[in-house]
């Protein structure tokens, strides 16, 4: 069982930046293609971004490409979302996820962390 902590998300202004890591623990890391995701109250959440196992693979929702970049140490089992460019819309609860697959259905994952805020005023 993968257990995933992320950091404190945090205020930030519109066109601030803000880094989010998260800490994975209880399986083998390098095995697992992680990501983020994240949810606003009323709708469904949303995959924002996601890395492979060797980092050699990187994939963004096109709200989030050019802005944010994922990134991985398999060295400490870290994962990181640095956010640039913030905006209003990107409020919202962000997940660090784990196992990440691209399903029928859309982006999914296995092992999900506890969620952190990230408020981005105008």
């Known amino acids: 069982q993968v257990q995933l902590v992320e950091s404190r998300g945090g205020l930030v202004q519109a066109g601030g930046s803000l880094r989010l890591s998260c800490a994975a623990s209880?399986?083998?890391?390098?095995?697992?293609?992680m990501g983020w995701f994240r949810q606003v109250p009323g709708k469904e959440r949303e995959f924002i971004a996601r890395?492979?196992?060797?980092?050699?693979?990187?994939e963004y929702a096109v709200s989030a490409k050019g802005r944010f970049t994922i990134s991985r140490d398999n060295t400490k089992n870290t994962v990181s979302l640095q956010m640039n460019s913030l905006k209003p819309e990107d409020t919202a609860v962000y997940y660090c996820?784990?196992?990440?697959?691209?399903?029928?259905?859309?982006?999914?994952?296995?092992?999900w962390g506890q969620g952190t805020q990230v408020t981005v005023s105008s």
């Open positions: 890395i492979s196992g060797s980092s050699a693979e990187k």
């Open positions: 996820a784990g196992a990440v697959i691209h399903a029928a259905d859309g982006w999914m994952a296995y092992y």
């Open positions: 209880g399986g083998d890391f390098r095995r697992y293609d």
